[in-house]
């Protein structure tokens, strides 16, 4: 069984920064892929952010140029580093780690979400 535990959300003023991080525990061999998404009132989930297990990351229009996201293979977290804050990044924030364990094939896992609000 593996577990996600997402921190780091919060209320911040436009222009401000937070720093959301994803930790994983549990029977974790190796952790595959590691994405970030959002969901904003009224809308449908988008993604944020991706890194592979290679470190190769790909974000969202809307984000790029201001967030970061990065992974720690030793500590079994992806973090996702936000500057320059909109309102319209006010939103819940899900990370979405494709775990392998010691006794299953990988599969994803969903954290609970964090509440981000960027107030104007």
């Known amino acids: 069984q593996v577990q996600l535990v997402e921190s780091g959300g919060g209320l911040v003023q436009e222009g401000g920064s937070l720093s959301l991080s994803c930790a994983a525990s549990g029977s974790i061999f190796r952790i595959n892929d590691g994405a970030w998404y959002r969901q904003a009132p009224g809308k449908q989930r988008e993604l944020v952010a991706d890194?592979?297990?290679?470190?190769?990351?790909n974000y969202a229009d809307s984000v790029k140029g201001r967030f970061t996201i990065s992974r720690d293979n030793a500590k079994n977290t992806v973090d996702l580093q936000m500057n320059s804050l909109k309102s319209e990044d006010t939103a819940v924030y899900y990370c979405k780690l494709r775990v392998a364990t010691f006794r299953d094939y990988a599969m994803d896992y969903w954290g609970k979400g964090t509440l981000v609000t960027v107030s104007s």
């Open positions: 890194i592979t297990i290679g470190g190769s990351t």
